[in-house]
């Protein structure tokens, strides 16, 4: 008797946000990609449809709310509330980008603390169970009411550099409350590490008043959650200068280069590299000079193998311990 397949009863869709990231998930996990149709009416409602039954079956849908992130939120919303009303076994949202993440508290008067509603919104619609990557703040994993897996793309990271010539280098975090996520990378590569102290003008710019840590002269390592506008990799970049560093690789999980960013990287002769995951789609008009992009598909499939075995997942959680 032929031994019965655990992932034989999964299902794996996709949203239009970016269809490449789960076709390669669904490849790592030996799976074929459901058929999905998005359709807009002329009224400008978004319409969904998964093309084969879902009944009794695990459903894991994957949509990064990358831009245009609203879109692409109502896209999940409406295929996650599919499944649940198809008789779904159980309903995952794979949300390799939760851009939402970014308004995570009250920093100015009667303002939505929009990524606790975003998790409640993805509970109303049917989801189960969130995988996501690298929140913008750790607090937000704490957001959902049901269980999260909030994932890292720090072995990916960590294998990449091993193979590069780390001699007088710093991994620097432009930002002290990102710290522990370059502290995390700096252990790993038995590295030093600096934080910068910004502090926000605007959107896309920011002030850098000093850096805590020896840099001077160094090959600088600057490691966040995302690279938006360029603003704080820019002016923490300009401090550096300063003090004598003259090459910088840039190292983001989300590559979103959105504004001016691309041509303001593209000016800046300090950077050696610009080092991001494909959490997001990055098309031709949105990839700055000096890009490198490596694939976290295998680290979604692989959590979508553990659900699926209930096996754990905690040594792929981002806060996880550095072994």
Request: charged residues 20%.
């Amino acid at each position: 008797m032929t031994d019965r397949n655990p992932l034989q009863d999964s299902l794996i869709f996709s949203g239009t946000a970016h269809r490449p990231l789960a076709e390669k998930i669904a490849d790592h996990l030996g799976l074929p990609l459901g058929p999905t149709t998005i359709q807009r009416f002329s009224n400008d409602n978004l319409s969904a449809h998964l093309g084969i039954s879902v009944r009794a079956k695990d459903v894991f849908i994957v949509q990064p709310l990358s831009p245009p992130c609203s879109e692409n939120l109502m896209e999940l919303l409406l295929m996650l509330d599919v499944a649940r009303g198809a008789g779904a076994r159980s309903v995952h949202a794979v949300i390799p980008y939760y851009s939402y993440a970014r308004s995570d508290k009250k920093d100015a008067p009667r303002i939505s603390i929009a990524a606790r509603l975003i998790a409640d919104l993805l509970v109303t619609a049917g989801a189960d169970h969130v995988v996501a990557m690298t929140f913008h703040s750790p607090q937000v994993h704490g957001f959902f009411s049901i269980p999260a897996d909030h994932l890292t793309a720090h072995s990916v990271f960590v294998a990449y550099l091993k193979e590069r010539d780390l001699a007088n280098t710093v991994v620097i975090s432009p930002d002290i409350g990102h710290a522990k996520r370059a502290a995390k990378l700096a252990r790993a590569l038995d590295l030093p590490m600096a934080a910068a102290e910004k502090m926000r003008l605007s959107d896309d710019s920011v002030a850098v008043a000093g850096i805590m840590g020896d840099v001077r002269g160094k090959r600088a390592i600057l490691v966040d959650d995302e690279i938006a506008t360029g603003g704080s990799m820019i002016g923490t970049i300009d401090h550096l200068r300063r003090k004598a560093v003259s090459h910088v690789t840039i190292m983001v999980t989300h590559g979103l280069f959105t504004g001016s960013a691309i041509e303001r990287l593209n000016a800046v002769k300090e950077i050696d590299e610009i080092v991001v995951t494909d959490t997001v789609p990055l098309p031709p008009d949105r990839r700055p000079e000096r890009l490198r992009v490596l694939s976290v598909a295998h680290i979604f499939a692989e959590v979508i193998r553990r659900n699926i075995l209930g096996q754990s997942i905690g040594d792929l959680f981002e806060f996880w311990p550095t072994r």
